[in-house]
């Protein structure tokens, strides 16, 4: 059970009020028509599974009901950022 | 999904001519019976019959005003807008509120506001709002789908911490705060109103299973129903 | 009845207030303070069960959580059945039930030595892997077998007559246990003003310092711990739960306590008070005070009934007043356990010897062993117990200094009990519960803590501190550390610790398992899992097979499995593992606990969540009125819907067969109310919804309806609905009942993340709107005379909506039809919506105004073959699979949400998977939805198969069954023949058609 912190409203609150919903940063291609299948098919279904720290966007359900990017470690489950839609995280992996 | 888009801010538009919406007066003459979620559970009779001292009071103030209010908070427009009908600024500090008289608004996301007045000044409110406001801006009348509740009494807390996974102590959720949040298997808009005073919001179909779950977490406690 | 063990004097027992229970039938007395475990040794009952393999009897070992044997079930009705209750944790009450749980079917009696012996041999290490490599049908077999000799306890078969409550908390300081490292970091945390919640598992604050022999102050140390008590209820920010199990420990210090509040007064929580709560605490800061188990030695036979941890033994003695025995031997590897045979000696019962495994053992204990006059035997263990169903001797031997060795002959000594202590083994369970990787460490002979992400403090046992001065600092150390880290540093200054003894110790030895003459395979048993039987010769067994890996070796062997999860046996085990790979135990690995702690009742699980309250049903606002006429109710998502509204005796068939007659002939009423609604405001409102519709939106004028499926990014169509154009920049669209949410966070998503440059607000309005729709030939009479609206066929034309008055209520009416009928659907402000409801009826009657649940909107809806989302779809599904190109527009400017994935190669096929009508050969047969067509019934199975059936009824206006399902190709083969081959053997001969069964132009909904 996380304690997350939502950027918008300012505080934690328990996961509950929470949904996540997947890989952050996934930029919709500007000219989908143009894709080729293949860029088309990364965009839609290839997605990371990192072992590590990993960027996701998750949803304030029950609560402002406002979107916002979290990078979290899979496997320790810490927090370690939580930032808005449009910005860029400050914690990422080594690469 | 793209969040490196930067949102990219429009200049606000003049004001827009009243057709762009669909202004309703959604409300019947007094003759027609309207109907609050819990009419049904008749808190008036239990109220009468049942219990008098009780260390939770539960009390339904129905068939208010609901008015979700829309804009950004860089729409000068929108601000002055409301400042200038309510006669106060929204509370544009996370989880606040204010009030004034009958009139009460919350905090619910940085671009929404929940507005609470007597149900025959709602309509007349939403015009006003709409005049007064410009640039990108919704008003949406909630008032059928929505109830206020209201806990109090000395055990309301106990009640609380039964309910909702939130902290409601003193120093987390001192009076004036409001929060959305899981409410037992729904969510309601808590708003503390009092040293021993919560209102509930609880939208309209959920009604029934919270009053349920009301009583049953209540029980221990000696549940008193104000009408 | 006599309480042959119990001492005149002393102990926590209060002798004046005499209890009654009963144990396998038989009625035994006990005292008030007593638990179950110690009313029992009080009264000299030796076997409390048999074992889950060899069925060999058991006595009690523990006096504490860690206690394998003594699981009982519980409960004097059948209604208050509870089952695997610790006897060493339950507090005794008059008129207590209880029995063993693992005899069968009485744990004194022998019956089950036969099938033990067999289930023994039946039953080796790797039983349940071995056990799998058989047929599976095998398997039903053993494990009723198992089950029944297993006695896992049972649940009752009556509802649970008690309340169970769960309550949510946060606070800065979550300490767990209240002994002496505990109750220190409790007072200094409480003095800082912090809100500290203490809890701990047994009925009475204190831990070890209930039954210990040491002073404080110069005082007795229970004393110490009333003042610490009574201080820590004035602090108004302290919660102290006793009787409290810290069962669980989650990711960002969350925890979950079992608080059993009730158990302890009876048998059935007193009127009107909760039995059993579950906490569920966010903690800022942890402090896990959680203390150690005794570890016993491994030993052949150590698990006759006699055999005890030694620090049982003094905690019965000193705590209870009870001496389970009368003559002890101890084997010991360290100092402290010398306290059993002083509190053993000075209760005035024979000590025979104290066998030490050191050669030669120094400190303060054996000093006063030795001046007591109590014979040690240094340098010796005890390599076997005689004795069946009580120890009535041992056997000794000279080790030699490594222990790993005999070195001389065996002495027997006669006794009756066998305390043992191989040392401590810290209580490091709920740290692991987070994923920390514990850590061995050679000084303490045990895990500690091991790394972690939490914020978590530890203190006293648990790192393998076990001097009470020295646990008490630690204690108050780790308070004050928890309160600076949660912001209370400044009030969190030095408490006045009390003045502890100063117990000099001499250096325990590292040993686990004592040897024998015989190689360990052939000597007896030599227990390191009691409640699994898990032997020292099992897990060399597993080794020898292979198993390396300690985690490979517990699975094997079925080590720290059950409700005992290893709290006694896994350092022993990994001990041996050790042993027989040759290598040190950090080297053979780590042991990881899991929640929970202890077992938990099913009651505390579900809390108050169960019955009327066991998931939310949402009622629309004529909810009341389905109810009064007779409704069944559908669940979609958490509506309850009607689904249809029989009359009289009619069979489902019957209602149907009158309510789509009534609607396609007259009129019929729907509560459509539960079809989310969401209200779009905003300049980019249109725009918004050509992007995440798959049609145009670009013109629809104010005034009218248009129908949309939403697809996602891989063109599958998700939901679907009819979006009404409210003004220019302000709409309405309508959802699936089950979809609502989901689509407004879709929306939310696509504006939040993707085009938050687009001005458009969403709010749902589902609960606001009451919305029911009249349908059939009369609708327009009907509603007619209830409002003051034009209904001339031309102005107020299909797919248009109108705003007016309804029976005196203001209303959206919009004019569309699911039905394929003249239809008009009402929208009230929901306060209205009975009233509005009523009125129709009022002037229905006379046109036979017939309401109709979900199921015959169902068959309406088929005939005229429009699809439902999420029966006719399964998110593989495009519009163009549907059959409906005609909801697409291509021409669109931007690329909207669905267009690419439809273009992907795979869904350009022409021979996909289609939605075609399905027509029986004979009129009278509904196919059953799910079956599946085929071209060739003859096919041997696995036959080809080309689709299923997502929709099938009777229609009665048609007077034959309609179907909608996927056949591939379907569109191509427009009157072809397929077969669905029923699993009863029937196979159904059906004719792909169009799906739109009735009325194809469209004139009944035009008129
Ligand atoms: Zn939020």
Redesign the interface.
Known sequence: MFYIYCP????H??E??FHA?GQ?????PLDPDNCTDHEWGEYLYMRKNPRGLHHE?WIHA??????F?MTRDTVSYEIKEVYK??E?PSVVAAS | ????????K?AA?EA?SV????L??????T???????LY?ADLATVAKQGPKAGGVTLQEHK?LGHL?I?GSQDNAGFLAGARAVLGFDLPTQ??TAAEDGTLSVRW?????WLVILPGREAFELENRLREAMSG?V?????????TVLELSGPNAR?VL??S????V?D??FPVGKV????F????AVIRRTGEQNWELVI???????LW??LQ??S??FGLVIKD | MSQKNRLASGGRVDRAKALNFSYNGRQYPGFEGDTVASALLANGVDIVGRSFKYSRPRGIIAAGAEEPNAVLQVGSTEATQVPNVRATQQSLFNGLVCSATNGWPNADLDLMGYVGKVGGRMMPPGFYYKTFMYPQSLWETYEKFIRKAAGLGRSSTERDPD?Y??????CDLMIVGAGPAGLAAALVAARSGA?VILADEQSEFGGSLLDTRETLNGRPAAEWVATVVAELKQHPEVLLLPRSTVNGYHDHNFLTIHERCTDHLGDQAPA???RQRMH?V?ANQVVLATGAHERPLVFGNNDVPGCMQAAAVSTYINRYAVVPGKELVLMTTNDHAYQAALDWHDAGRKVVAIVDTRQNPKGDRIDAARSRGLKIIAGSGVIEVQGSKRVTGVSIAPLNAAGDALAGSVERLSCDTVASSGGWSPVIHLSCHTGSRPEWRDDVIGFVPGKTVQKQHCAGGINGTYGLKAVLEEGARAGAAACEAAGFGDAAKGISLPLAEKVREGKAMALFHIPHTKPTSRAPKQFVDYQNDVTAAGIELATREGFESIEHVKRYTAMGFGTDQGKLGNINGMAVAAKSLNQTIPQTGTTIFRPNYTPVTFGAVAG??CG??F???????M??WHVANGALFEDVGQ?KRPWYFPQGGETMQQALDRECKATRESVGILDAS?LGKI?I???DAREFLARVYTNAWAKLPVGKCRYGLMCGEDGMVFDDGVTSC?????FLMTTTTGGAARVLEWLE??HQ??W??L?V?F????????TMTISGPNARKLLSELTDLDLDRDTFKFMDWR?G?V????A?VFRISFTGELSYEIN????????VWEKLFEHGAKYNLTPYGTETMHVLRAEKGFIIAGQDTDGSVTPIDLGMSWCVSNTKPFSYIGKRGMAREDCVRTDRKHLVGLKTRDPKVVIPEGAQAVNDPKQPIPMTMLGHVTSSYYSANLGHSVAMGFVRNGHNRMGETVFYPLADGRVIEAEICNPVFLDPKGERQNV
């Not at chain 2, 939208?203 to 299973?209: E, G, L, N, Q, V």
């Not at chain 3, 998931?615 to 606002?621: C, E, L, M, Y």
């Open positions: 918008h409203c300012g505080e609150r328990e509950e009020e919903k952050a940063h996934l930029a919709r966007i029950t609560g402002c009901r406002k979107f990017n839609i449009g860029r | 999904m793209s969040d490196i888009i930067a949102p990219t429009q538009v827009a057709e762009t919406v669909a309703m007066d959604q409300l019947a003459g003759d027609i019976r309207a109907e609050s979620p049904h068939l979700v829309r996370p989880l619910i996301a940085p671009d929404e990108h919704a008003i949406v009348n909630v008032s059928g789908g929505q106990a911490k039964k909702t996974p939130y902290d102590h120093r987390n929060v959305t949040t899981v037992a298997k729904s969510q939208r309209r179909s959920f009604a029934d299973y349920l779950w049953d977490a029980a221990e | 309340m409550d769960k309550v949510n908390h946060h809100r009107g008070q909760v569920r966010r108050r969540d009327a309250l998931d939310v049903n949402r009622f629309s606002a909810h009341k509506w539960t209200d405001q905003g300049k409210l003004a220019d920049n302000h998503l696509y993340t993707e938050p440059e001005e607000y709010s749902s309005v589902t609960d606001h709107w009451a705003q008055d029976a005196g209520v203001p959206r009230v402000q929901a306060n209205y919506g009975l009233h």
